[in-house]
């Protein structure tokens, strides 16, 4: 069974960073573009980073349906289309989302298949200087007043890692992929059949015998 991650974290802690060098060392997984109504940061790029589209756009999808989640941060609309979802489970990968907190929380009870992963920070002090080099300082306090809520919801993810180091931070986070797919719940088909077959083969062993 193709599982769903979803990583989400206050702002500035890095989710989307670590989801990027996961992509690149896991050829199994595969991220999930969301949909946004921001204007591209420097470097970015349309249907690789996100699917930039006006809010005109992006409320016509939101009328038709179209998103498994959406939500306003920080004044801008960020959304997942079932579309995208799709693309990647018939891919047969593992799907990978970066989304706010709340969109995570609307995947969990949506699919039964989505494992909940929540990043934090090492302290208040380094995450604060994050936060500062990737924002305008008009910016930070409505940001930190959205991580407060954020926050808040931390212990209801399956899981949660700190990044204190990026390579760190990464390698747990495929530690976590790859004892997913050990889990009961993940391999139910592949495991009934093997009990099956060693029931039915432990039967015939002792009747021999």
């Not at 979803?6 to 802690?13: A, D, L, Q, R």
């Not at 004892?179 to 077959?197: A, P």
């Amino acid at each position: 069974m193709n599982i769903i991650f979803v990583i989400s974290s206050p702002t500035g802690v890095g989710k989307t960073t670590i989801c990027t060098m996961e992509i690149k060392r896991n050829s199994n997984i595969q991220r999930v573009i969301t949909h946004t109504t921001r204007s591209p940061r420097e470097n970015e790029k349309d249907g690789a980073d996100y699917y930039f589209v006006t809010k005109n756009q992006f409320m016509e999808a939101v009328r038709k349906g179209e998103f498994v989640e959406y939500a306003l941060v920080h004044g801008n609309y960020y959304g997942t289309s079932k579309q995208a979802l799709i693309d990647v489970i018939d891919s047969h990968k593992d799907a990978l989302l970066a989304v706010d907190v709340n969109g995570a929380k609307n995947i969990m009870n949506q699919f039964d298949n989505a494992v909940s992963v929540f990043i934090l920070p090492p302290s208040f002090e380094v995450w604060l200087r994050r936060v500062k080099s990737g924002n305008a300082r008009k910016d930070i306090r409505v940001r930190l007043k959205t991580a407060l809520d954020e926050l808040k919801k931390a212990a209801e993810f399956d899981y949660c890692i700190i990044n204190d180091d990026l390579e760190e931070a990464v390698f747990m986070l495929e530690s976590i992929i790859n004892s997913q797919h050990n889990r009961m719940r993940f391999v139910k088909q592949e495991r009934d059949e093997l009990i099956s077959e060693l029931k039915k083969k432990t039967l015939e062993y002792l009747e021999v015998k």
